[in-house]
């Protein structure tokens, strides 16, 4: 299983960005999809899931300016950045996990499989 972030750069504030998360090596139709981040000396934090079911959550902090999505049919998950903000800084790592429920789809520790990261970096 490989999961493939993409679409991380160096933009200003304000400024948009659209990750995306390719996966591999099986089909996650019934599993939730997430991004998280870590920025620099910062635990990893939760930032967007996605269940199976349609359901989406976000992070007060990204709540209005980001939007995730996912495409069962490619296996992909993608994360719309809007009005980006210096504090959005960090490497944003996509994930996924089997049959997680609502009330730990934020939980690090639920999701089984990892993408490396890529790196976004907002300049004020």
């Known amino acids: 299983v490989q999961l493939q972030a993409s679409g991380g750069g160096l933009v200003q504030a304000g400024d948009s960005l659209r990750l995306s998360c390719a996966t591999s090596?099986?089909?996650?139709?019934?599993?939730?999809m997430a991004w998280f981040r870590q920025a620099p000396g910062k635990e990893r934090e939760f930032v967007s899931a996605?269940?199976?079911?349609?359901?989406?959550y976000y992070a007060d902090s990204v709540k209005g300016r980001f939007t995730i999505s996912r495409d069962n049919a490619k296996n992909t998950v993608n994360l719309q950045m809007n009005s980006l903000k210096p504090e959005d800084t960090a490497v944003y790592y996509c994930?996924?996990?089997?049959?997680?429920?609502?009330?730990?789809?934020?939980?690090?520790?639920?999701?089984?499989?990892w993408g490396q990261g890529t790196l976004v970096t907002v300049s004020s």
């Open positions: 090596g099986r089909t996650f139709g019934s599993y939730a």
């Open positions: 996605i269940r199976y079911t349609g359901s989406t």
């Open positions: 994930a996924v996990g089997q049959r997680i429920i609502a009330s730990a789809i934020r939980t690090t520790s639920m999701y089984d499989y």
